[in-house]
T-cell receptor, first 112, second 112 residues
Framework: QKEVEQNSGPLSVPEGAIASLNCTYS??????FFWYRQYSGKSPELIMF????GDKEDGRFTAQLNKASQYVSLLIRDSQPSDSATYLC????????????FGTGTRLKVLA | KAGVTQTPRYLIKTRGQQVTLSCSPISGHRSVSWYQQTPGQGLQFLFEYFSETQRNKGNFPGRFSGRQFSNSRSEMNVSTLELGDSALYLC???????????FGPGTRLTVT
């Protein structure tokens, strides 16, 4: 079992719709959870982080964390073509370490 | 505040050579992590430094090494380069692991 799993996609949504990206992780001791957006040829850009169970909203983005189910998700409301990118889920602090483990990413395509 | 900077941005080396990459973290950040990103393997953790000490290391051969200086700047070195070392090398900094970390633009290494 991979430590951090994401569906590779592509996930295609029409412009203006809600895009829902999901991530599961295996280490129950993980402490911090992140979503990065990466455009082709560029480095990852941090867009959301969450440390406790529940929802966290920032603009059009909402991160949701459920530690009991070892599940973290990202919702993008009113999706725009400029949101088309690969979204990386990262999990930090597992097993008492300072390491961050990344998923392989979900490619999102927003269709105009 | 200036972001994470990496030099050089692009490098072309020959098999068997060695290479040194440099990373300057965001001011005030003391944790620096290095990653290798390839299309096939995604983002792979190399190592993490905090206050000049390596705290975590990924599953890479000993040819990959790093260090951190007292001003938190970090370098990584790859000796005896192999074709498979061609990748985007990313540096990320944070105030303290495992909190939110920010990536530099990366160094694109091509080994011929």
């Amino acid at each position: 079992q991979k430590e951090v799993e994401q569906n590779s996609g592509p996930l295609s949504v029409p412009e203006g719709a809600i895009a829902s990206l999901n991530c599961t992780y295996s280490d129950r001791g993980s402490q911090s959870f992140f979503w990065y957006r990466q455009y082709s040829g560029k480095s990852p850009e941090l867009i959301m982080f969450i440390y406790s169970n529940g929802d966290k909203e920032d603009g059009r983005f909402t991160a949701q964390l459920n530690k009991a189910s070892q599940y973290v998700s990202l919702l993008i409301r009113d999706s725009q073509p400029s949101d088309s990118a690969t979204y990386l889920c990262a999990v930090g602090g597992g097993s008492g370490t300072y390491k961050y483990i990344f998923g392989t990413g979900t490619r999102l395509k927003v269709l105009a | 505040k200036a972001g994470v900077t990496q030099t050089p941005r692009y490098l072309i080396k020959t098999r068997g050579q060695q290479v040194t990459l440099s990373c300057s973290p965001i001011s005030g950040h003391r944790s620096v992590s290095w990653y290798q990103q390839t299309p096939g393997q995604g983002l792979q953790f190399l190592f993490e430094y905090f206050s000049e000490t390596q705290r975590n290391k990924g599953n890479f051969p000993g040819r990959f090494s790093g260090r951190q200086f007292s001003n938190s700047r970090s370098e990584m070195n790859v000796s005896t380069l192999e074709l498979g070392d061609s990748a985007l090398y990313l540096c990320a900094s944070s105030t303290e692991g495992p909190y939110e970390q920010y990536f530099g633009p990366g160094t694109r290494l091509t080994v011929t």
